[in-house]
């Protein structure tokens, strides 16, 4: 059984930070790419971030100079620290990772941006 699982989210004022984590775990192997989208009732999906195993970053528009994606290999772990947070990252964020076969998918954890 594979499972990617995130934690780090919550409620946090417009300005404050977060930091989510993301672990894939089980029977996955050589993971390429590891990333997160986010989703909001009344938008469309976004893919916020993504990490390559060789890493190498990418970001959505909507938040690059204010987010960063790391990855830890030897983990199988990606993190997203998000900086000067706004009320429109709110959303739920879902981690996946991928190893060219597969896509595995977190349960998605909430952040709410709000004063």
């Known amino acids: 059984q594979v499972q990617v699982v995130e934690s780090g989210g919550g409620l946090v004022q417009p300005g404050g930070s977060l930091r989510l984590s993301c672990a894939a775990s089980?029977?996955?192997?050589?993971?390429?790419?590891m990333g997160w989208y986010r989703q909001t009732p009344g938008k469309p999906r976004e893919l916020v971030a993504t990490?390559?195993?060789?890493?190498?970053?990418n970001y959505a528009d909507s938040v690059r100079g204010r987010f960063t994606i790391s990855r830890d290999n030897a983990k199988n772990t990606v993190y997203l620290q998000m900086n000067n947070l706004k009320r429109e990252d709110t959303a739920v964020y879902y981690c996946?990772?991928?190893?060219?076969?597969?896509?595995?998918w977190g349960q998605g954890t909430q952040v709410t941006v709000s004063s």
């Open positions: 089980g029977s996955i192997l050589d993971i390429y790419v």
């Open positions: 996946y990772a991928n190893n060219r076969l597969m896509t595995y």
């Open positions: 990490n390559t195993n060789n890493g190498n970053e």
